[in-house]
C-alpha cells in the first residue's frame, strides 16, 4: 500500500526530541528533494534517540531505517535512492530488526513510532480501543479485578498496586468520582511519558477510560506540566478526535459509561508531581502538599474519590484488558510484574527507550542498550529514578531493576529514569546540587524540608572545602536522618537518598581519603 | 512590551475570565490565558482575578508566586530556558549556562537591557537522551554545543 499510485509513504517523527535535533527540517527538505508523489508522516519517535532524527520509508520487504539524518544528508540520500531503500551509509536496515529495538519486549510503547499518533483509523488498525471494548463488556468490578491479577504497580515512582487504589475509589459511595492522570513529569532523566502522550495520545485517553468504567468516575484530568507545549497540543488535538468519534463524552462507544475529559497545564514547580499537590493546583490553587489521610482515592480533587495514576500505568491499562491479566503478570520478576518503560539519559552513547521487562540488570541496560557514555571515557556513576534517587557505582551493575532489590540497595526504581555520568563527574557537587533542588523546589510546608536542605548546601560546602570535616560529616548525616523522618512528603524525604548514595559509593569526592566502592 | 490602559487590562482579564466559567478550580487555566495574552500577570489584574473568582487579593498573589512561570513582569522579547537538571549537566550543561550568562551579560531570571532575550533555568525538558537541552518560546533544543547555542541566541535575538 506504501507505493499504491506511485505514492512513498515516509515517516520523520513529530516527538519533541526527534524536533529538538532537526526533524522538522528533514520532513522539509525530504518534500523539496523528493521529486515523487509522497505522503509524509509525521509519527511518535521509536526511542532509539541518539539516532534521531530517523527517517523511515515503506517498501514492499518492510520500512527501512536511515538516521540520525541532517537536512543536509536529504539531498545525497534521495539520489542514492533512500526513497526505494537503496544502500547508504546511513541505512541501519528493516526498523524492526534493528536489535536494539528488537530484544525489547514493547507494550506500553507498542505503537509509538509505528502509528500516526493523531490518526483515529490508525489506531484502531492497530489494536486500539481492544481494551476498551473488552472492558465494556465486563462489569466494573471486574475490570478491577483484572488490573489486580495483572499486578500493575504505579509507575510514577512508588509502585503501589493500581487494582487496590481502584478498588478504594469503586466502593467509595460518592455521585462525582475523577480519574487523573499525573503528566507532571518532573524526574531529571525521564522522557517516557512525554513520549507516549506525543507518540500514541489515544492509548492514555483510553487507559483512562477504562479507570473511570472501572471506578465510577466521569470526569478526568490530565495535567501535564507546561515545560512539554507539544504533548499538550498533541493531547488536545486527540481529545478532540476522540470526542467526534464517540470514544469520550455520553455514551462511549454506545455502552453506559459518560466520561469528560481535559487537559490542565502546570505551572513549572516540581512538587505538583506529588499526587496531593497536583490536586491541590487542579483546584486552582498553590501547589501544597496535603497531609494523609485522607487518601485522593477517598478524598481527592475537591474533596471527591479520585484515581490518581502515572501516565504509564494507565497507558499500560488497554493492553492488559486487551490481553487479559495473565499475559501482564507472565512478564517481570517477584512483585514487578510486566514491562518498565526505562529511559537512559545523560552521557550515554544510545540513549533512548527500552520497554523490558522487569528483572534486566542495570548494567544490562548502560552497557548493553547505552552502549556506555557518549564522550567515550569510562562510566562513573549512575543516577537511577530521579532527583530523589540513589547513584549507583559500576560495581551495582548487577542490580537487577525490580523494586525490592533496589529498595533493599537503598536506591529506588522510580519512574525508570537511568542517567549515566562518565569519570569527569564531581559527586560532591552533585550531592549538593540535590539539596540545592529541594531547596529550590520544596513546597514550604515542613522545616525538615524548607531549612534542612539550605543547610544540607551549607554543610556540603563546609566539608568539601576541608572546614571541621568530621564535625560536618556527622552533621550532614544528622541532617539526613532528620529530613528522611520528619518531612511530610518525599520531596524532603527522599532528598537524602542521592546525597547519602553519593557520600556512601564516592566519598573520595568529598575530600576524605579512602574511595571505596569504585 | 508598552503598557496597556487599565480599562483594556481589566476587559481582558475579565473576558478571559468569562471564556473559562465552566472549569472547575479555574485559576491557573485563567493565569496560563493571561499569561499567553500578555506575556505577564500584571498586579493590576489581581484585584480583578480576585473580585471575579470569589478569592482574596492575597489568595490570588499566593499562587501567581508558587509557581515558577507565572511573572509579573514583561519577559524579553525571546525567552532563552536552559536545563541545568541532572542529565544534562552529564553532558555540558554547566558550560552553557556559562556561555549563556556571559554572552547575554545577565543571569538567569534576567532580561537584557535592550528588552531582547529572557533568560531563565529550567529542570529537565523531557529530552535527556539529546542533550544539553535548550527552550526557546517553547521550541526545544538538543544536543546543544556551546556554538549551536551561539547561534540560537542570536537568531532569537
Ligand atoms: C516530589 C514528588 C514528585 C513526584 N512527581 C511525580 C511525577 O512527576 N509524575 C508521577 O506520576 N508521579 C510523581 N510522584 C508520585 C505521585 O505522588 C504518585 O505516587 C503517583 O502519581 C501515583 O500514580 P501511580 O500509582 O500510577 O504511580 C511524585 C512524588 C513526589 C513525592
Ligand atoms: S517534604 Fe518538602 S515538599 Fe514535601 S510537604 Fe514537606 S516542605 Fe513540602
Ligand atoms: S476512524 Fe476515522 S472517521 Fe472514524
Ligand atoms: S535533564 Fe535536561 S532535558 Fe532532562
Known amino acids: ?518 | 512590551m508598552t503598557s496597556l490602559p487599565t480599562q483594556s487590562l481589566e476587559d481582558r482579564v475579565r473576558s478571559i475570565v468569562a471564556s473559562h466559567r465552566d472549569d472547575r478550580g479555574a485559576l491557573l487555566p485563567i493565569l496560563h490565558a493571561v499569561m499567553e495574552e500578555m506575556g505577564h500577570v500584571d498586579p493590576a489584574a489581581i484585584p480583578i482575578l480576585a473580585d471575579e473568582l470569589n478569592l482574596s487579593r492575597a489568595d490570588v498573589y499566593g499562587v501567581i508566586t508558587f509557581y515558577h512561570d507565572f511573572r509579573q513582569t514583561p519577559p524579553g522579547r525571546r525567552t532563552v530556558r536552559i536545563c541545568r537538571a541532572e542529565a544534562c549537566q552529564a553532558v555540558g550543561a554547566a558550560e552553557l549556562a556559562d556561555r549563556a550568562t556571559s554572552r547575554l551579560g545577565i543571569g538567569f531570571g534576567e532580561t537584557t537591557a535592550d528588552g531582547a532575550v529572557t533568560l531563565e533555568q529550567v529542570f529537565c525538558l523531557g529530552n535527556c537522551a539529546t542533550g544539553p537541552s535548550v527552550q526557546v518560546d517553547g521550541r526545544l533544543y538538543g544536543r546543544v554545543s556551546p556554538e549551536r547555542l551561539d547561534s540560537i541566541i542570536e537568531v532569537s535575538a
Open chain 1, 1 to 518: 500500500m506504501s507505493t499504491s499510485g506511485g505514492v512513498t509513504t515516509v515517516y520523520v517523527p513529530r516527538d519533541s526530541a526527534a524536533r529538538s535535533v532537526g526533524a522538522d527540517e528533514v520532513a522539509d527538505a525530504i518534500g523539496a528533494e523528493a521529486g515523487r508523489p509522497l505522503r509524509v508522516v509525521r509519527n511518535g519517535s521509536r526511542g532509539m534517540l541518539w539516532l534521531e532524527p530517523l527517517v523511515e520509508v515503506e517498501t514492499p520487504s518492510g520500512r527501512i531505517a536511515y538516521g540520525p539524518v541532517a537536512p543536509e544528508d536529504v539531498g545525497e540520500l534521495v539520489a542514492a535512492g533512500m526513497l526505494d531503500g537503496a544502500d547508504h551509509p546511513l541505512r541501519l536496515g528493516l526498523t524492526e530488526d534493528i536489535d536494539w529495538l528488537r530484544d525489547q519486549t514493547r507494550v506500553t510503547f507498542a505503537r509509538v513510532g509505528v502509528v500516526d499518533p493523531l490518526s483515529a483509523e490508525d489506531y484502531v488498525a492497530h489494536g486500539g480501543l481492544a481494551g476498551l471494548r473488552r472492558a465494556l463488556s465486563l462489569s466494573p468490578e471486574q475490570v478491577v479485578t483484572e488490573i489486580t491479577e495483572s499486578g500493575l504497580r504505579g509507575r510514577g515512582g512508588a509502585g503501589f498496586p493500581a487494582g487496590i487504589k481502584w478498588k478504594t475509589v469503586r466502593e467509595a459511595k460518592s455521585e462525582l468520582k475523577f480519574v487523573c492522570c499525573n503528566a507532571d513529569e518532573g524526574d531529571s532523566g525521564t522522557f517516557a511519558d512525554r513520549m507516549l502522550m506525543e507518540g500514541d495520545p489515544f492509548t492514555l485517553i483510553e487507559g483512562m477510560a477504562i479507570a473511570a468504567w472501572a471506578a465510577g468516575a466521569s470526569e478526568g484530568y490530565i495535567y501535564v506540566r507546561s515545560e512539554y507545549p507539544d504533548a499538550i497540543a498533541t493531547l488536545r488535538a486527540a481529545i478532540s478526535t476522540a470526542y467526534d468519534h464517540g470514544w469520550l463524552g455520553k455514551r462511549v462507544l454506545d455502552s453506559e459509561l459518560s466520561f469528560d475529559l481535559f487537559v490542565r497545564v502546570g505551572g513549572g514547580a516540581y512538587i505538583c508531581g506529588e499526587e496531593t499537590s497536583m490536586l491541590e493546583s487542579l483546584e486552582g490553587k498553590r501547589g501544597m502538599v496535603r497531609a494523609k489521610p485522607p487518601i485522593p482515592a477517598l478524598e481527592g480533587l475537591f474533596g471527591k474519590p479520585t484515581v490518581v495514576n502515572n501516565v504509564l500505568t494507565l497507558g499500560s491499562v488497554p493492553m492488559i484488558l486487551a490481553d487479559g491479566a495473565a499475559a501482564f503478570a507472565d512478564l517481570g520478576v517477584g512483585r514487578s510484574r510486566g514491562t518498565q518503560v526505562f529511559q537512559l539519559g545523560g552521557n550515554i552513547a544510545r540513549g533512548g527507550i527500552v520497554e523490558t521487562a522487569f528483572g534486566i540488570t542495570l548494567g544490562d541496560l548502560v552497557e548493553r542498550y547505552g552502549g556506555g557514555t557518549r564522550s567515550g571515557r569510562p562510566v562513573r556513576a549512575v543516577q537511577v529514578g530521579g532527583p530523589l534517587g540513589a547513584y549507583l557505582p559500576t560495581s551495582r551493575f548487577d542490580l537487577p531493576m525490580d523494586y525490592e532489590a533496589f529498595a533493599a540497595a537503598d536506591a529506588m526504581v522510580g519512574h525508570g529514569g537511568v542517567v549515566v555520568f562518565d569519570d569527569t563527574v564531581d559527586m560532591a557537587g552533585q550531592a549538593r546540587f540535590a539539596m540545592e533542588f529541594c531547596a529550590a523546589e520544596s513546597c514550604g510546608k515542613c522545616t525538615p524540608c524548607r531549612v534542612g536542605a539550605v543547610r544540607g548546601v551549607e554543610v556540603i560546602d563546609r566539608i568539601v572545602a576541608g572546614v571541621d570535616r568530621k564535625k560536618n560529616l556527622k552533621v550532614l548525616d544528622d541532617l539526613c536522618d532528620l529530613m528522611t523522618e520528619g518531612s511530610l512528603c518525599a520531596m524532603g524525604g527522599l532528598t537524602p537518598m542521592p546525597v547519602k548514595s553519593a557520600l556512601a559509593h564516592f566519598p573520595g569526592d568529598f575530600g576524605t581519603t579512602t574511595e571505596e566502592g569504585r
